[in-house]
Protein backbone atom coordinates (compact mmCIF):
# COMPACT_ATOMS: atom_id res chain seq x y z
CA UNK A 1 0.00 0.00 0.00
CA UNK A 2 1.55 3.51 -0.65
CA UNK A 3 2.45 6.02 1.71
CA UNK A 4 -0.18 7.80 2.83
CA UNK A 5 0.07 11.07 5.62
CA UNK A 6 -1.79 8.96 8.42
CA UNK A 7 -0.27 8.30 11.75
CA UNK A 8 -2.08 5.83 13.80
CA UNK A 9 -1.78 5.82 17.60
CA UNK A 10 -3.43 2.50 18.97
CA UNK A 11 -4.58 1.21 22.56
CA UNK A 12 -2.54 -2.06 22.66
CA UNK A 13 -4.20 -5.53 22.80
CA UNK A 14 -8.00 -5.08 22.66
CA UNK A 15 -8.74 -8.62 24.42
CA UNK A 16 -7.16 -7.71 27.19
CA UNK A 17 -7.65 -4.13 27.37
CA UNK A 18 -9.90 -2.87 30.41
CA UNK A 19 -10.13 -5.98 32.47
CA UNK A 20 -8.77 -4.53 35.31
CA UNK A 21 -11.95 -1.89 34.99
CA UNK A 22 -14.47 -3.87 34.17
CA UNK A 23 -16.88 -6.67 35.68
CA UNK A 24 -16.74 -9.74 33.46
CA UNK A 25 -19.43 -9.61 31.90
CA UNK A 26 -18.18 -6.58 29.85
CA UNK A 27 -14.80 -5.41 28.79
CA UNK A 28 -13.94 -2.00 27.06
CA UNK A 29 -10.92 -1.07 25.10
CA UNK A 30 -10.37 2.23 23.37
CA UNK A 31 -8.05 2.76 20.06
CA UNK A 32 -6.67 6.16 18.73
CA UNK A 33 -6.39 6.93 15.29
CA UNK A 34 -4.66 10.63 14.53
CA UNK A 35 -5.87 12.15 11.31
CA UNK A 36 -4.01 13.33 8.41
CA UNK A 37 -2.35 16.86 8.80
CA UNK A 38 -4.57 18.94 6.55
CA UNK A 39 -7.47 17.48 8.37
CA UNK A 40 -5.95 18.25 12.01
CA UNK A 41 -7.24 21.34 12.69
CA UNK A 42 -11.13 20.11 11.74
CA UNK A 43 -11.24 16.89 13.87
CA UNK A 44 -10.19 15.08 17.16
CA UNK A 45 -8.72 11.94 16.79
CA UNK A 46 -10.81 9.66 15.31
CA UNK A 47 -11.24 6.68 18.12
CA UNK A 48 -13.02 3.21 18.40
CA UNK A 49 -14.34 2.14 21.67
CA UNK A 50 -15.09 -1.39 21.98
CA UNK A 51 -17.83 -3.45 24.37
CA UNK A 52 -17.21 -7.24 24.32
CA UNK A 53 -19.19 -9.27 26.94
CA UNK A 54 -22.61 -10.78 27.13
CA UNK A 55 -25.54 -9.72 24.70
CA UNK A 56 -27.42 -7.65 26.31
CA UNK A 57 -25.69 -5.85 29.32
CA UNK A 58 -25.89 -2.50 29.28
CA UNK A 59 -22.60 -0.42 30.16
CA UNK A 60 -23.68 3.42 30.80
CA UNK A 61 -21.41 6.67 31.68
CA UNK A 62 -22.03 9.97 30.96
CA UNK A 63 -20.41 12.29 27.94
CA UNK A 64 -19.67 15.88 29.19
CA UNK A 65 -20.40 19.21 27.57
CA UNK A 66 -18.47 18.85 23.51
CA UNK A 67 -17.97 19.89 20.48
CA UNK A 68 -20.22 18.93 17.57
CA UNK A 69 -19.73 14.69 17.21
CA UNK A 70 -20.22 12.13 14.59
CA UNK A 71 -20.72 8.42 15.83
CA UNK A 72 -20.84 5.26 13.84
CA UNK A 73 -21.52 1.81 15.59
CA UNK A 74 -21.07 -1.76 14.42
CA UNK A 75 -22.87 -3.69 16.82
CA UNK A 76 -26.22 -2.88 18.07
CA UNK A 77 -26.78 0.79 18.32
CA UNK A 78 -26.62 2.98 21.72
CA UNK A 79 -29.34 4.62 23.85
CA UNK A 80 -28.73 8.12 24.82
CA UNK A 81 -30.86 11.40 26.38
CA UNK A 82 -29.01 14.62 26.38
CA UNK A 83 -29.88 16.21 29.73
CA UNK A 84 -32.15 14.65 32.22
CA UNK A 85 -34.68 11.95 30.76
CA UNK A 86 -35.17 8.61 29.67
CA UNK A 87 -32.47 6.37 27.40
CA UNK A 88 -33.84 6.04 24.31
CA UNK A 89 -32.79 4.34 21.33
CA UNK A 90 -30.62 5.84 18.79
CA UNK A 91 -29.36 4.98 14.63
CA UNK A 92 -26.31 3.41 13.46
CA UNK A 93 -25.26 6.89 12.50
CA UNK A 94 -26.01 8.91 15.53
CA UNK A 95 -24.68 13.28 15.41
CA UNK A 96 -25.05 15.44 17.57
CA UNK A 97 -24.17 19.50 17.93
CA UNK A 98 -22.31 21.05 20.48
CA UNK A 99 -23.82 20.35 23.97
CA UNK A 100 -23.89 22.11 26.80
CA UNK A 101 -25.88 19.45 28.85
CA UNK A 102 -23.79 15.96 29.78
CA UNK A 103 -25.15 12.78 27.07
CA UNK A 104 -25.96 9.88 29.23
CA UNK A 105 -26.14 7.07 27.08
CA UNK A 106 -26.02 3.36 27.06
CA UNK A 107 -23.70 0.56 24.70
CA UNK A 108 -23.99 -2.85 24.68
CA UNK A 109 -21.51 -5.73 22.66
CA UNK A 110 -20.67 -3.18 19.97
CA UNK A 111 -17.37 -0.71 18.64
CA UNK A 112 -18.37 2.25 18.49
CA UNK A 113 -16.49 5.16 15.93
CA UNK A 114 -16.39 8.67 16.86
CA UNK A 115 -14.79 11.92 15.20
CA UNK A 116 -15.33 15.12 16.84
CA UNK A 117 -15.60 18.25 14.93
CA UNK A 118 -13.72 21.35 15.91
CA UNK A 119 -15.62 24.81 15.59
CA UNK A 120 -13.47 25.46 12.32
CA UNK A 121 -14.25 21.65 11.46
CA UNK A 122 -18.01 22.74 11.70
CA UNK A 123 -17.65 26.05 9.21
CA UNK A 124 -15.93 24.00 6.84
CA UNK A 125 -18.23 20.55 6.12
CA UNK A 126 -21.38 21.72 8.06
CA UNK A 127 -23.88 24.29 6.26
CA UNK A 128 -26.33 24.47 9.79
CA UNK A 129 -25.62 27.20 12.11
CA UNK A 130 -24.76 25.42 15.10
CA UNK A 131 -27.29 26.63 17.64
CA UNK A 132 -30.10 24.75 15.62
CA UNK A 133 -28.59 21.40 16.47
CA UNK A 134 -27.13 22.27 19.50
CA UNK A 135 -27.90 19.57 23.01
CA UNK A 136 -29.81 17.10 20.19
CA UNK A 137 -28.64 13.87 18.68
CA UNK A 138 -30.20 13.44 14.89
CA UNK A 139 -30.05 10.60 12.94
CA UNK A 140 -26.92 11.22 10.72
CA UNK A 141 -27.73 9.27 8.20
CA UNK A 142 -31.14 11.39 7.04
CA UNK A 143 -30.70 14.66 9.18
CA UNK A 144 -30.08 18.10 6.61
CA UNK A 145 -27.31 18.58 8.94
CA UNK A 146 -25.40 15.74 8.76
CA UNK A 147 -26.48 13.64 5.85
CA UNK A 148 -23.56 14.80 3.41
CA UNK A 149 -21.43 11.93 5.56
CA UNK A 150 -23.63 9.39 5.74
CA UNK A 151 -21.77 7.21 3.23
CA UNK A 152 -18.88 6.71 6.19
CA UNK A 153 -21.39 4.49 7.66
CA UNK A 154 -21.56 1.71 4.39
CA UNK A 155 -17.66 2.18 4.15
CA UNK A 156 -17.30 1.30 7.79
CA UNK A 157 -19.06 -1.83 7.65
CA UNK A 158 -18.00 -2.96 4.61
CA UNK A 159 -14.53 -2.88 6.34
CA UNK A 160 -15.36 -6.26 7.46
CA UNK A 161 -14.29 -4.96 11.24
CA UNK A 162 -10.60 -4.49 10.05
CA UNK A 163 -10.27 -1.29 12.39
CA UNK A 164 -6.80 0.13 10.53
CA UNK A 165 -8.58 -0.08 7.28
CA UNK A 166 -11.52 1.55 9.00
CA UNK A 167 -9.54 4.36 10.49
CA UNK A 168 -8.07 4.45 6.22
CA UNK A 169 -11.41 4.79 5.45
CA UNK A 170 -12.48 7.44 7.58
CA UNK A 171 -9.66 9.77 6.85
CA UNK A 172 -9.71 9.36 3.69
CA UNK A 173 -13.11 10.45 3.14
CA UNK A 174 -12.66 13.71 4.91
CA UNK A 175 -9.40 14.12 2.62
CA UNK A 176 -11.62 14.09 -0.37
CA UNK A 177 -13.58 17.27 0.91
CA UNK A 178 -10.59 19.13 2.27
CA UNK A 179 -10.27 21.72 0.17
CA UNK A 180 -14.02 23.12 0.69
CA UNK A 181 -13.48 26.67 2.22
CA UNK A 182 -13.75 27.24 6.10
CA UNK A 183 -15.22 31.00 6.17
CA UNK A 184 -14.01 33.32 9.15
CA UNK A 185 -11.13 30.53 9.82
CA UNK A 186 -8.74 33.00 11.68
CA UNK A 187 -11.38 34.60 13.57
CA UNK A 188 -12.93 31.02 14.54
CA UNK A 189 -9.81 29.81 15.78
CA UNK A 190 -9.04 33.06 17.06
CA UNK A 191 -12.14 32.56 19.50
CA UNK A 192 -11.41 29.40 20.69
CA UNK A 193 -7.88 30.52 21.72
CA UNK A 194 -9.15 33.10 23.60
CA UNK A 195 -12.03 31.09 25.18
CA UNK A 196 -8.81 28.74 26.36
CA UNK A 197 -6.89 31.39 28.03
CA UNK A 198 -8.24 30.85 31.87
CA UNK A 199 -7.94 34.40 32.23
CA UNK A 200 -10.45 35.17 29.79
CA UNK A 201 -13.97 35.97 32.26
CA UNK A 202 -16.20 37.99 30.50
CA UNK A 203 -17.94 38.81 27.51
CA UNK A 204 -17.16 41.81 26.72
CA UNK A 205 -12.73 41.16 27.07
CA UNK A 206 -13.71 37.91 24.59
CA UNK A 207 -15.68 40.89 22.39
CA UNK A 208 -12.62 42.99 22.67
CA UNK A 209 -9.70 40.64 21.69
CA UNK A 210 -11.81 39.64 18.85
CA UNK A 211 -12.57 43.38 17.91
CA UNK A 212 -16.37 42.33 17.23
CA UNK A 213 -19.18 44.15 19.41
CA UNK A 214 -21.35 42.47 21.53
CA UNK A 215 -24.16 41.74 18.91
CA UNK A 216 -21.31 40.59 16.32
CA UNK A 217 -20.24 38.00 18.60
CA UNK A 218 -23.39 36.72 19.87
CA UNK A 219 -24.39 35.67 15.92
CA UNK A 220 -20.81 34.26 15.41
CA UNK A 221 -20.62 32.33 18.36
CA UNK A 222 -23.98 31.52 17.71
CA UNK A 223 -23.35 30.21 14.19
CA UNK A 224 -20.08 28.46 15.08
CA UNK A 225 -20.00 27.17 18.62
CA UNK A 226 -23.72 26.72 19.45
CA UNK A 227 -24.19 28.96 21.99
CA UNK A 228 -23.85 32.20 23.35
CA UNK A 229 -20.72 33.70 24.22
CA UNK A 230 -21.44 34.20 28.27
CA UNK A 231 -22.75 30.33 28.60
CA UNK A 232 -19.96 29.01 26.48
CA UNK A 233 -17.40 30.84 28.74
CA UNK A 234 -19.17 29.68 31.62
CA UNK A 235 -19.03 26.23 30.01
CA UNK A 236 -15.03 26.08 29.44
CA UNK A 237 -14.53 27.22 33.07
CA UNK A 238 -16.95 23.86 34.26
CA UNK A 239 -14.83 21.84 31.99
CA UNK A 240 -11.59 22.82 33.27
CA UNK A 241 -12.54 22.11 36.69
CA UNK A 242 -14.15 18.36 35.70
CA UNK A 243 -11.29 18.11 33.28
CA UNK A 244 -8.77 18.51 36.51
CA UNK A 245 -10.52 15.96 38.92
CA UNK A 246 -10.68 13.65 35.64
CA UNK A 247 -7.21 13.48 35.61
CA UNK A 248 -5.83 13.55 39.17
CA UNK A 249 -8.87 12.43 41.35
CA UNK A 250 -6.51 12.57 44.57
CA UNK A 251 -7.42 16.45 44.12
CA UNK A 252 -10.91 16.15 45.11
CA UNK A 253 -13.48 18.73 43.91
CA UNK A 254 -12.02 21.96 46.06
CA UNK A 255 -8.69 21.05 44.08
CA UNK A 256 -10.03 21.14 41.08
CA UNK A 257 -12.41 24.02 41.50
CA UNK A 258 -11.12 26.71 38.65
CA UNK A 259 -10.03 29.89 39.95
CA UNK A 260 -13.11 31.65 38.56
CA UNK A 261 -15.42 30.35 40.75
CA UNK A 262 -16.40 32.25 43.53
CA UNK A 263 -17.01 29.75 46.26
CA UNK A 264 -17.78 26.13 46.00
CA UNK A 265 -21.31 26.34 46.11
CA UNK A 266 -21.22 28.36 42.76
CA UNK A 267 -19.18 25.10 41.69
CA UNK A 268 -21.90 23.00 42.84
CA UNK A 269 -24.57 24.89 41.38
CA UNK A 270 -22.73 25.29 37.80
CA UNK A 271 -22.01 21.10 37.92
CA UNK A 272 -25.90 20.32 38.45
CA UNK A 273 -26.62 22.82 35.47
CA UNK A 274 -24.37 21.34 32.92
CA UNK A 275 -24.47 17.49 34.02
CA UNK A 276 -27.67 17.28 35.81
CA UNK A 277 -25.67 15.42 38.57
CA UNK A 278 -24.14 16.81 41.60
CA UNK A 279 -20.42 16.51 42.18
CA UNK A 280 -20.91 13.72 44.65
CA UNK A 281 -23.05 11.58 42.66
CA UNK A 282 -20.72 12.01 40.30
CA UNK A 283 -17.70 11.12 41.36
CA UNK A 284 -19.38 7.90 43.32
CA UNK A 285 -20.23 6.83 40.23
CA UNK A 286 -18.42 4.02 37.49
CA UNK A 287 -17.37 5.93 34.06
CA UNK A 288 -16.61 2.49 32.37
CA UNK A 289 -16.21 4.61 28.64
CA UNK A 290 -14.65 7.79 30.03
CA UNK A 291 -11.74 6.88 31.90
CA UNK A 292 -10.52 3.96 29.70
CA UNK A 293 -10.42 6.68 27.19
CA UNK A 294 -8.41 9.21 29.30
CA UNK A 295 -6.24 6.46 30.57
CA UNK A 296 -5.20 5.41 27.00
CA UNK A 297 -4.72 8.69 25.45
CA UNK A 298 -2.34 9.33 28.49
CA UNK A 299 -0.66 6.39 27.80
CA UNK A 300 -0.46 6.95 23.97
CA UNK A 301 0.96 10.36 24.97
CA UNK A 302 3.19 9.13 27.25
CA UNK A 303 1.05 11.11 29.74
CA UNK A 304 2.60 14.72 27.55
CA UNK A 305 -1.02 14.79 25.28
CA UNK A 306 0.00 16.75 21.93
CA UNK A 307 -2.38 19.76 20.34
CA UNK A 308 -5.30 18.71 18.65
CA UNK A 309 -5.86 15.01 18.98
CA UNK A 310 -6.83 14.73 22.36
CA UNK A 311 -10.27 13.36 24.04
CA UNK A 312 -12.47 16.10 24.53
CA UNK A 313 -12.35 16.18 28.02
CA UNK A 314 -8.37 16.30 28.40
CA UNK A 315 -8.75 19.88 26.19
CA UNK A 316 -9.38 22.11 29.06
CA UNK A 317 -6.80 22.04 31.52
CA UNK A 318 -5.73 25.01 32.86
CA UNK A 319 -2.07 23.97 32.41
CA UNK A 320 -3.11 23.45 29.20
CA UNK A 321 -4.05 27.70 27.75
CA UNK A 322 -2.31 29.23 24.49
CA UNK A 323 1.69 27.97 24.47
CA UNK A 324 1.06 25.28 26.43
CA UNK A 325 0.87 22.23 23.42
CA UNK A 326 -3.24 21.09 23.86
CA UNK A 327 -6.63 22.57 21.86
CA UNK A 328 -9.89 22.57 22.94
Known amino acids: MQDRPFIRTTGGDEEDAGRDRMPLESVISVRFFRLSPPLQPYFTAIYATT ?12 LHPEW ?8 PPPLACVGPGELEPQWPFVANGP ?3 AIHFGVTQSRVWGIGLQPAGW ?4 FTPAHEVANVTVDGSTHPTFRQFAPLLDRIIDAGGDADEIALRINDFFLEMVDLPVPHEE ?11 PEMAGVAELGERLGMN ?59 AFMGLTPRQYAAMPHPILEPIIQQRMADQGAAPQRLDLPTIMRYRPDRAPGHGASD
Open 99 to 101: TSK
Open 187 to 197: QIVACQEAMRD
Open 214 to 272: RRSLERFCLRYFGFPPKLLLRRQRFLRSLSQFMLDPSLKWIGAIDGQYHDQAQFVREFK
Open 51 to 62: ITGRDGVLVEDY
Open 123 to 126: AKFV
Open 68 to 75: AALRFTEG
